[in-house]
């Protein structure tokens, strides 16, 4: 009797043992699973978060333009295929621009004393390479100015000083206009300065008349999307200001345009306006004192 009691007490604990060694292994196995998969989901969503997160790399602050005409060099009065090829610090080309004012690229072209103007388009070829015609009315040096914004950076320009063969224009001293009135292609246009001090806010302001009635002119039609636009030029052309007006859906006979000037001395400006689908630059120049 004691014998039987014994065997059968024996027997009901090895199956709770065994019971209790198969729960162990099953909690086990499920704790080793969640621990995997709490591991690597977070690590995953940072990998995947950190890709479609990452922002465009900024435009080279340091861009070079490279300006090369044909192989015959430059005359004046002789067309030249003029090719202009930006590139960054590392001398790869920069290809892509952002469209500032309907253009992708302004060159502007001066003659040493600032008596020759030329606001003129090329177009992009692709690669940084831009390519335009362009012809000088006179021997002697020439700065051309490329103005341009690329895609993730700022505005920028960049310029070269180029000789072309040919009798030179006369070396004149620049001078401040004694009255800022014009007349350019039977337009009267007078300007105004709200201030004429260094590093100070200043409104330009252009009234546009018509040059025999001294009608007011209402009806100026956009030039490459605003108003007008005004180029501004230190008297050694170092000096650089491509300005937009305040509101660049007037249509006159008011334009205001909004800038300042970086240092004393004498500017000149050219003002561009449309007017009857003729487009008409109308020049001064002014003293900063």
Known sequence: MNIQKIGLISAVL??????????VREASGKSQHGSHEAASSPAGASEHGGHGGETPKPASTNMKASF??????LKAKEKSEL?????????????DYQVNHEKLLHLIIVNHNLSSF?????????????????SFDAGGDYKLIADFIPTGGSSTTLSQWVKVAGKEAEHTVLKADAKLRQEVSGKAVEL???????????????????????????????????VGHVVILSADAEQYIH???LAEKATGPVAKFATSFPEAGIYKLWGQF????????????????
């Open 14 to 23: 090895a199956v709770l043992l065994l019971s209790a060694c198969g729960s």
């Open 83 to 95: 090719t202009i090829l930006i590139t960054d610090d590392t001398g790869k080309p920069v290809t």
């Open 118 to 134: 030329q606001h003129i388009h090329p177009a992009y070829q692709g690669n940084g390479k831009f390519t335009v015609s362009a």
């Open 68 to 73: 090369a005409f044909g192989s015959t060099g």
């Open 192 to 226: 105004s300065l709200s201030s004429t001090k260094p590093k100070e806010d200043v409104t330009l302001t252009f009234t546009i008349r018509d040059a025999q009635t001294n009608k007011e002119i209402t009806n100026l039609q956009p030039y490459l999307g605003a």
């Open 274 to 289: 449309q007017h009857n689908g003729e487009v008409f630059t109308v020049p001064f120049v002014v003293e900063v004192k």
């Open 243 to 245: 300005v937009h007006p």
